[in-house]
C-alpha cells in the first residue's frame, strides 16, 4: 500500500470522523429548549466563528510547521488496525507527511460542516424552530450592524437578510412571556443557513481545493540535483547497501540500557524484559522527535536499540548510532495489536546490511524470539 493508496483509504474513515461528530453537535445545538427556542447568538458561534477560526488555522499551518496537528494524533490513537500504523509510519517526513496530513484535515473539517449542514435541514423538516436571542448587554440596535456586516457576502438574498424589526421581535427574556408569531421568528433559519454555507462550506471546500492540490504536488520526484548535493542528501538521508552482513548476536550478557527508537507500547518493552532481562534503564526516542540520546550512548553499559523490522532503516538512525563509542546492538522486532511476530527474513537481512555500515554494530535476535 503506498502514499496514494493509505490516503485514499483514510479518506472515507476521517469523512465519518467529521460528519457524525457535526451531525450530533448540531442536532443538540438546533433542538432547542423545551419550547423549541434555539439561541441565534449559539448557532453564530457555531456556523461563523469556529470555522473562520479553523480556517485561518489551516492555512498558517501551510507556511508554519506547527508538528502533527489535530489528525496527526489522530492517527496516532491505539484503536487503528496495526497495518494502518504501519504504513502510516512508513510515509516519509517532510514535505510528504505534512501534505497528507493537511489533506485529511481538510476532509475532516468538509466532512464536518457537511454533517453541520444535514442536521440544520433535518430539524427544520421535521420542527418547527424558534430562533431567538438573549443578552443582558446587547440591545436590538447593537447587535443589527455585526449581523448586517456579515450578511453582506449574501446581500442578494434579501430574505436572509438581518432588520431591526426581527431582531427587536425575536428577543427573548427568560422571566417575560414571548408573544410573538412564530413563523417570525423561523425567518432566521435563512440567515443561519447562508451563514454556514459562507463562512464554513464554501471556504473549506477552497482549502480541500488547495490541498489536494498539494497533496499532488508533494508526489511529484523532486528536480534532480547536481551530483555534489545529491551525494550530501543521500549521505544524511539513506543508508548505504552493501554485500556484507552484521553479524547475529543470540545472546546478550550483562546489564544493557534500552533506546526505544521505535516508540513501541509497553507489551513490547515486557517482551523484550522477558528476552533479555530488566534493562538498566528505559529511554524514550522516536524517528519524528529531535530528542537528545547523546546521553544513553555516554552510559557506561550496553545499548540495545529497539526498531520497528518493517521500518527500512534511515540515516538518521545511522546518524545517532555512530555517536555510540561501543559496541551496541539493534534489536529489530514486528508486533501487532495482540503479539510479538517472528521477524521476517527478508527485514533481518536489511537491518544486517544496515549495521554491517556502522562500526561495533550486532543484530540482536534472542533465540527464544
Known amino acids: 500500500m503506498n502514499v496514494n493508496q493509505l490516503s485514499g483509504l483514510l479518506r472515507s474513515v476521517f469523512f465519518f470522523l467529521g460528519f457524525c461528530p457535526g451531525l450530533v453537535v448540531t442536532l443538540s445545538f438546533i433542538s432547542g429548549d423545551e419550547q423549541g427556542r434555539v439561541n441565534l447568538l449559539y448557532l453564530l458561534i457555531l456556523f461563523v466563528f469556529l470555522p473562520v477560526c479553523g480556517i485561518l488555522i489551516s492555512g498558517l499551518a501551510l507556511f508554519l510547521p506547527w508538528g502533527k496537528g489535530v489528525v496527526g494524533w489522530l492517527l496516532e490513537l491505539p484503536f487503528w488496525p496495526q497495518q494502518w500504523q504501519r504504513q502510516m509510519y512508513a510515509i516519509p517526513g517532510g514535505r510528504i507527511r505534512r501534505a497528507v496530513l493537511f489533506y485529511l484535515a481538510q476532509i475532516l473539517a468538509v466532512s ?60 427573548d427574556y427568560r422571566l417575560g412571556s414571548q408573544g410573538s408569531n412564530a413563523l417570525v421568528l423561523g425567518q432566521w433559519w435563512k440567515y443561519a443557513l447562508a451563514a454556514q454555507v459562507t463562512y464554513n462550506l464554501i471556504p473549506r471546500a477552497l482549502m480541500l481545493c488547495i490541498a489536494h492540490f498539494v497533496f499532488w504536488n508533494s508526489q511529484r520526484p523532486e528536480q534532480p540535483l547536481d551530483s555534489q548535493s545529491q551525494e550530501r542528501r543521500l549521505s544524511r538521508n539513506s543508508v548505504p547497501v552493501t554485500g556484507e552482513l552484521a553479524p547475529i548476536v543470540r545472546e546478550l550478557q550483562g546489564p544493557y540500557v534500552l533506546l526505544n527508537w521505535a516508540a513501541a507500547p509497553d507489551s ?102
Not at 116 to 145: G, I, M, Q
Not at 156 to 166: F, G, H
Not at 286 to 310: Q, Y
Not at 332 to 342: T, Y
Open 112 to 171: 464536518l460542516g457537511l454533517g453541520c449542514l444535514v442536521a440544520f435541514f433535518v430539524v427544520l423538516l421535521l420542527n418547527d424552530v424558534s430562533f431567538v436571542w438573549r443578552s443582558t448587554f446587547l440591545e436590538a440596535a447593537d447587535l443589527l450592524p455585526a449581523l448586517s456586516l456579515l450578511a453582506l457576502p449574501w446581500s442578494y438574498w434579501q430574505a436572509a437578510q438581518p432588520s431591526l424589526e426581527l431582531l427587536q421581535l425575536s428577543q
Open 268 to 369: 513490547v518493552i515486557d517482551h523484550v524484559r522477558a528476552l533479555l532481562g530488566q534493562p538498566m534503564a528505559v529511554e524514550n526516542k522516536s524517528a519524528d522527535s529531535d530528542t537528545e540520546v547523546a546521553a544513553v550512548f555516554t552510559r557506561d553499559t550496553k545499548t540495545v536499540v529497539l526498531v520497528k523490522s518493517w521500518e527500512p532503516p534511515l540515516g538518521e538512525l545511522a546518524d545517532c548510532l555512530q555517536q555510540r563509542p561501543s559496541p551496541g546492538m539493534v534489536m529489530p522486532l514486528d508486533w501487532n495489536e495482540s503479539e510479538v511476530s517472528e521477524v521476517r527474513e527478508l527485514h533481518l537481512a536489511e537491518w544486517r546490511r544496515f549495521c554491517s555500515t556502522i562500526e561495533g554494530w550486532a543484530v540482536l535476535l534472542p533465540v527464544t524470539q
